[in-house]
């Protein structure tokens, strides 16, 4: 909808993304506390959409209080799926999730949740102009490239594909439709932050 706003101001598309976005709005204040800044009791997969959520609809409405929420929960994914240095991503891993009180299941870490990462924190770092969130997206578009827990690189340079996941014993070799299509969104989210202006 935010897309299509672009192209078509609507008062209807306006307000059925306002719907939407007011729907994550509810649930992230329902179950956020001063420690656990999420949507849910637990956070699964594609995890980076719904902070990304949230700051497209700040740029649609202005409001800010989807900015506000949208950068929170961002900045808890961050915490969650980078090492303390900020230098690699770990992705919380689908055999088990990440579930709130507990700790994040280490794998299998999917492509879709890398790729989620560099676009959320390229809003991000559009909307606020912090390069932390610059930093942030060229490091998890580094997952891809071996920068990841098992340093194993998932995309694969001969056939265009990439793997469709990082196993506790290195990649799955399958390379699936959806990873391959996640590799090349970040790719392109990652280069339109490189051709902006003051990156």
């Not at 101001?9 to 999420?38: G, R, T, V």
């Amino acid at each position: 909808m935010a897309a299509f706003l672009k192209r078509h101001p609507s008062p209807s598309a306006l307000a059925a993304l306002h719907q939407c976005a007011d729907k994550n709005l509810a649930a992230f204040y329902q179950h956020s506390d001063h420690q656990w800044k999420w949507f849910d009791e637990t956070m699964t997969y594609d995890g980076g959409r719904l902070p990304l959520s949230l700051l497209l609809a700040f740029q649609a409405t202005g409001e800010s209080k989807f900015r506000e929420v949208g950068l929170a929960s961002l900045d808890f994914f961050i915490t969650t799926c980078f090492d303390t240095e900020g230098t690699q991503l770990s992705l919380v891993g689908n055999h088990g999730w990440f579930k709130k009180g507990a700790s994040p299941a280490k794998f299998d870490q999917q492509p879709i949740d890398a790729a989620s990462m560099v676009e959320a924190c390229v809003l991000a770092s559009r909307i606020t102009r912090n390069a932390k969130y610059s930093r942030c997206a060229r490091t998890a578009f580094e997952w891809f490239l071996g920068n990841n827990a098992k340093r194993a690189v998932l995309y694969d340079a001969q056939s265009g594909g990439c793997r469709d996941g990082l196993t506790e014993n290195g990649p799955n070799q399958n390379e699936g439709g959806e990873s391959t299509i996640m590799y090349v969104i970040a790719r392109c989210s990652l280069e339109d932050l490189s051709n902006d202006a003051g990156h």
